[in-house]
């Protein structure tokens, strides 16, 4: 409390910066808002009062604000005479959250120079405090043209052009201000009363001479001001008289239940405490530039500046409180809770900047707070993204963890595994998205959703292609179990309705496949063209199997063998089925011709695929590019159905004659041997 902040150091400074030098200010004025936080005073809301003292120099002034307020300004040194510099000291009164000004060298009159700082002291003043006190001898009193007089019609005009308002509509008759005369060295011999009256009559006096705009001709006094009045006994001649009147005084600033308490909320100039160092130091910036002092654009000046402050303040704490979930976000996890976290901290923030804020011009105060939770929001968002992301993630992999699982259960319905999983990953999604989706703010998950619907149809496509696969391997697998013995069989006994035999097994087999596969592709939700590739497909496969068999099946050593078969079968074996014995009178030579005639009118038959049934004729499917190199004579419509071509029917013809004569050598031997025994 022992420091005095100068608002500017001294009168030559002012002059300087008065003169419109530019916004240089004296370096110690910008030191007002630390020293008002070392003073205690930042956090006081409205709870503080401002007062400054007026009057003509060496009035005792700076002595009545010290026993006033514990403060400790400059007092003229006694011996030397001396005039203390110039100037508007602050100190913090000892008694009270109260801001007291010394206003140092007002009314020039007396050496009828600077009343021009005189009229930028009351400005200044005005702008801030609640009570101005004016000290004047008592002798003074009543000298209208005195010293007193000049300055009290500079602080009437002042205030008229502060709070008058440019017109009528904008008058402000509300921003009232206490004057409190201080009469001092008041001897008694006059009552206060009749020097209040004076005082007052004075007062009405100048206020009536003032050249007042037209809007406000007539107002009165009254409408801006309040006047109270305290005389004080002689200093010097009664210390004790003097000391007991100075604490009564001070209670009139302190005692709240005093009805001459003088910080009356009426007078109050509604800045906030902590927006006090601003609000003056700009107030003095356009009082120092002779600019116009708007009030109304210095409080919202004020206020843009301090809700600004009060914003970065409070997202500082809120990224504070963000950056703990941050990392785990960006590494993909869920955080659990992430939008009641958020909302809390938004919370947090907006309550505390309402705290402080509020009290400051509301048009700003409501724009610069939807502008920080917009901030807020904003720097926020990629957490809010980050989660939706991780949430679509966690939700196509359950997805295919679902899926996967429920294809391995016995028997189930493809289309409605896909379907119940689709619902439960939505749901997962949801459930994310819409905890973290901030009221107000603007975002919206169902972007991330359609990207996850999109997914989720991505991996079902590809696990029912697969299913569909593996549907397409078990057809023809089955076609090959049912298929191959039947071939083999009706092969090994070739016939003349040989064909028929294969082809309709061939035909049925197919059908049975097809239609299984069908109905097992109906839970699919397959589409009509992908049934028709699946399905040709299996046919391509069905026709590879039966044409693979055939070939196999009329393979030379093959045909050989059945044809050997056969012959053996009419030769050897009568037609009962008993091995013949031949006898001289046996005509063998006739038997032989006739098994050899008959089985080599069978060679033909595997030449080619030729039902006599013509509607049995298989159908060759149009391979793909791929099958179509890898066994062309499968797939050419010339070759297809042909199995054995004319030369090698020509050159089996003749192995099997080779083999028959053999035969019919090894009979005729036989019979000769029966016979020479
Ligand atoms: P300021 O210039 O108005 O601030 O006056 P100061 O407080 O510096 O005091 C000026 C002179 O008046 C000093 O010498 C004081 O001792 C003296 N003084 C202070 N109070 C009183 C008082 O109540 N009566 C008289 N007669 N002199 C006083
Ligand atoms: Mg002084």
């Not at 119940?420 to 905890?435: H, M, Q, Y």
């Not at 031949?582 to 089985?599: H, I």
Request: charged content about 30%.
């Amino acid at each position: 409390m022992q420091l005095s902040s100068p608002l500017h150091t001294s009168g030559k400074a002012l002059r300087r910066d008065g003169r419109g030098a530019g916004p240089s200010l004296t370096p110690r004025r910008k030191e007002l808002p630390a020293y008002l936080s070392k003073w205690g005073l930042l956090d006081k809301g409205f709870a503080y009062d401002v007062v400054a003292v007026f009057g003509s120099q060496s009035t005792g002034k700076s002595t009545l604000l010290n026993r006033l307020f514990g403060t400790t300004f400059d007092v003229m040194d006694e011996a030397k005479r001396q005039q203390t510099t110039k100037g508007i000291w602050m100190c913090p009164s000892a008694y009270s959250s109260a801001l007291v000004m010394d206003v140092e060298g007002t009314d020039g009159r007396e050496r009828g120079e600077d009343q021009d700082f005189e009229r930028k002291s009351a400005l200044f003043s005005l702008a801030s405090t609640e009570v101005l006190i004016v000290n004047l001898w008592e002798h003074q009193i009543g000298l209208y043209q005195g010293a007193n007089m000049g300055l009290l019609k500079t602080v009437f005009e002042v205030n008229l052009s502060l709070f008058g308002g440019s017109d009528a509509s904008k008058a402000k008759s509300k921003d009232k201000t206490l004057i409190l005369f201080v009469i001092r060295d008041h001897v008694g011999a006059t009552p206060l009363s009749n020097l209040t009256a004076t005082l007052t009559a004075d007062m009405e006096k100048i206020w009536a001479s003032l050249s007042k705009p037209p809007h406000l001709a007539d107002t009165r006094l009254t409408d801006y001001f309040d006047l109270s009045f305290a005389a004080l006994p002689h200093k010097i001649l009664l210390p004790e008289k003097f000391e007991e009147a100075v604490v009564d005084l001070r209670k009139r600033f302190t005692d709240r239940t005093r009805p001459d308490y003088v910080f009356q909320p009426a007078y109050h100039k509604r800045i906030p405490a902590d927006g006090v160092g601003f609000y003056m130091e700009g107030i003095w910036d356009q009082v120092v530039a002779n600019k116009d002092l708007d009030l109304p654009t210095q409080q919202e000046l004020l206020a843009q500046f301090r809700c600004d402050e009060i914003a970065a303040t409070v997202s500082e704490v809120f990224a504070a409180s963000s950056k703990a979930v941050r990392k785990p976000v960006e590494a993909g996890t869920i955080v659990e809770g992430l939008g009641g976290l958020i909302r809390e901290w938004l919370k947090t923030a907006t309550a505390n900047f309402d705290v402080a804020a509020s009290r400051y011009h509301s048009g700003v105060y409501q724009r610069k707070r939807q502008a920080l939770v917009d901030n807020l929001h904003a720097s926020v968002s990629p957490l809010f993204l980050g989660q939706l992301k991780n949430a679509h993630k966690a939700a196509a992999a359950g997805f295919i963890a679902d899926v996967t699982q429920a294809l391995k259960t016995p028997s189930y319905d493809f289309a409605e595994v896909v379907t119940r999983a689709t619902k439960d990953a939505r749901e997962r999604f949801l459930e994310t998205a819409k905890e973290v989706t901030i009221e107000g703010a603007d975002w919206e998950y169902e972007h991330e959703l359609s990207l996850l619907d999109d997914d989720l149809k991505v991996i079902a496509d590809k696990s029912r292609a697969d299913e569909t696969k593996k549907l397409v391997n078990n057809a023809e697998r089955a076609v090959k179990r049912q298929l191959l013995e039947p071939v083999e069989l009706a092969l090994s006994k070739p016939s003349t309705t040989m064909w028929d035999n294969v082809l309709t097994t061939y035909r049925d087999v197919n059908g049975a496949a097809e239609k299984a596969y069908l109905s097992k592709a109906k839970s699919y939700n397959c589409t009509d063209e992908e049934n028709a590739v699946a399905l040709h497909t299996l046919r391509t496969r069905s026709w590879l199997v039966l044409r693979k068999k055939l070939e196999e099946q009329t393979a030379d050593a093959t045909v050989l063998l059945t044809l050997r078969e056969n012959f053996e079968e009419r030769f050897r074996y009568d037609d009962n089925g008993v091995p013949r014995v031949w006898k001289p009178e046996d005509d063998l030579e006739g038997a032989f011709k006739k098994a050899r005639d008959e089985t080599l009118a069978l060679l033909p038959l595997f030449a080619t695929i030729k039902p006599k049934d013509d509607e049995l004729l298989p159908v060759v499917p149009e391979p793909d590019a791929a099958e179509a190199e890898h066994d062309s004579a499968a797939f050419d419509p010339d070759t297809a159905l042909v199995l054995v071509t004319p030369t090698r029917l020509n050159s089996l013809e003749s192995r099997f004659k080779r083999e028959a004569d053999a035969a019919f050598v090894e009979a005729k031997r036989s019979m000769v041997s029966s016979v020479s025994q």
